[in-house]
Nanobody, 119 residues
């Protein structure tokens, strides 16, 4: 079982910044996409940012211009730099990757890291 490991969450004031990191224990070159999701209490999990194998990035509208997703293939990590944080960004943030192999696509998740933005 492949387990991703997130880190970097915490408590920050409105307007502050955090950098989330996700350690990926499999080859980055086998990954179709690397994603950050979040889930706030009582809400559905939502896609926040995505980076494709080719490096293309997409973002949820509400985080555009504030969040940036990146990856480091040499360190097997994907990052989410979050700036100008707002209380509505409070959630558990999850790292997700999908691995494209000849037989099928595999989907892996981390355990989540809590981000709390105080007003």
């Amino acid at each position: 079982q492949v387990q991703l490991v997130e880190s970097g969450g915490g408590l920050v004031q409105t307007g502050g910044s955090l950098r989330l990191s996700c350690a990926i224990p499999i080859s980055m070159y086998s990954l179709n996409s690397m994603n950050w999701y979040r889930q706030a209490p009582g809400k559905q999990r939502e896609l926040v940012a995505k980076i494709s194998s080719g490096g293309a990035t997409t973002y949820k509208d509400s985080v555009k211009g504030r969040f940036a997703i990146s990856r480091d293939n040499t360190k097997n990590r994907v990052y989410l730099q979050m700036s100008m944080l707002k209380p509505e960004d409070t959630a558990v943030y999850y790292c997700n990757v999908d691995q494209l192999l000849p037989d099928r696509t595999y989907d892996y998740w981390g355990q989540g890291t809590q981000v709390t933005v105080s007003s």
